[in-house]
T-cell receptor, first 114, second 113 residues
Framework: DAKTTQPPSMDCAEGRAANLPCNHS???????VYWYRQIHSQGPQYIIH???NNETNEMASLIITEDRKSSTLILPHATLRDTAVYYC???????????????FGAGTRLFVKA | DARVTQTPRHKVTEMGQEVTMRCQPI?????VFWYRQTMMQGLELLAY????????DSGMPKDRFSAEMPDATLATLKIQPSEPRDSAVYFC???????????FGQGTRLTVV
């Protein structure tokens, strides 16, 4: 039931920017886009989230298109330690509860190469 | 350094045995999630608690799985009886209602032989 689509894998040279795309064409007006990553054998780690404005933090930048149907996560200077699976997520509302659940898709496996 | 703590980190058990996995959410967090990860299915949401009450457990097999929060500092996931197909890594995560990020534990790697 994931509401996003991502390429299965990508390569990036160490030191270069990694741009990870995500399509979320069915996103609703009040739904946020979240990004997590999972490094081998570890639990997923939150990276960033956004609604409609571009966002930046110490880990990454998030660019959301004006129509909000797609977004791009940017790692400005990828390192070997950024090799991981990156998940783009739009939360799914739980009916009659006011709550939301985070459904993970297959993600993009990013390989950062020396 | 606040973190979600899961125990045990690894568990090997025989088919038919009961398995209990424990999670200590970050102090003050009021939402707890249980996920299961396998190579074939990826990360699957099993259960979601808010203020210790189950909000959604539609992803959890009801015949053998049960999830509870006896108090705000402990969440448990129990499998009885366990089967080889339950072999997976089980993750617990916690967060605030209305907050945006969930903090994941390191997981419990379960092997049922």
């Amino acid at each position: 039931d994931a509401k996003t689509t991502q390429p299965p894998s990508m390569d990036c040279a160490e030191g270069r920017a990694a741009n990870l795309p995500c399509n979320h064409s069915t996103i609703s007006g009040n739904e946020y886009v979240y990004w997590y990553r999972q490094i081998h054998s570890q639990g997923p780690q939150y990276i960033i989230h956004g609604l409609k404005n571009n966002e930046t933090n110490e880990m990454a930048s998030l660019i959301i298109t004006e129509d909000r149907k797609s977004s791009t996560l940017i790692l400005p200077h990828a390192t070997l330690r950024d090799t991981a699976v990156y998940y783009c997520i739009v939360r799914v509302a739980i009916l009659n509860t006011g709550g939301f659940k985070t459904i993970f898709g297959a993600g993009t496996r990013l390989f950062v190469k020396a | 350094d606040a973190r979600v703590t899961q125990t045990p980190r690894h568990k090997v058990t025989e088919m038919g045995q009961e398995v209990t996995m424990r999670c200590q959410p970050i102090l003050g967090h009021n939402t707890v999630f249980w996920y299961r990860q396998t190579m074939m299915q990826g990360l699957e949401l099993l259960a979601y608690f808010r203020n210790r009450a189950p909000l959604d457990d539609s992803g959890m097999p009801k015949d053998r799985f049960s999830a509870e929060m006896p108090d705000a500092t402990l969440a448990t996931l129990k499998i009885q009886p366990s089967e080889p197909r339950d072999s997976a890594v089980y993750f617990c995560a916690s967060g605030y209602r209305g907050n945006t990020e969930a903090f994941f534990g390191q997981g419990t790697r379960l092997t049922v032989v």
